[in-house]
């Protein structure tokens, strides 16, 4: 497993933004799923945002559609999540993952990100986001 490396958390105030970024400095695939993922306290992680490479369209939850966007810099090997208009309700660890397994379809309709947020192994340290005043 290639391990990825979030950053990007902090405290912010509802209504500010943060952008969070995912360094996969060993990752070597080209093509693969990309997603987001938190995990609140007391709650099971959410996948809540999910793309495939090369592919125009993209998951989002209904949580977050509108206000959440996925992107990733190949060159970079670093994925992407601007967050705007965050709610209280955003506050979790949020952490990202890669599979080059994943079908293109699975991906950006969502339900790789189910499948892949019930896993509890394969996971970085994530970046804590809370949302408060």
């Known amino acids: 497993e290639v391990p990825l490396v979030e950053s990007g958390g902090g405290l912010v105030q509802p209504g500010g933004s943060l952008r969070l970024s995912c360094v996969a400095s060993g990752y070597t695939y080209s093509n693969y799923c990309m997603g987001w993922f938190r995990q609140a306290p007391g709650k099971k992680r959410e996948g809540f945002a999910s793309?495939?490479?090369?592919?125009?369209?993209?998951f989002y939850a209904d949580s977050v559609k509108g206000r959440f966007t996925i992107s990733q810099d190949n060159a970079k090997k670093t994925l992407y999540l601007q967050m705007n208009s965050l709610k209280p309700e955003d506050t979790g660890t949020y952490y990202c993952?890669?599979?080059?397994?994943?079908?293109?379809?699975?991906?950006?309709?969502?339900?790789?990100?189910?499948?892949?947020?019930?896993?509890?192994?394969?996971w970085g340290q994530g970046t804590q986001v809370t949302v408060s005043s």
């Open positions: 793309a495939y490479t090369g592919v125009d369209w993209s």
């Open positions: 993952a890669l599979d080059n397994s994943a079908k293109a379809y699975d991906c950006y309709s969502g339900a790789w990100s189910r499948r892949r947020a019930a896993f509890d192994s394969d």
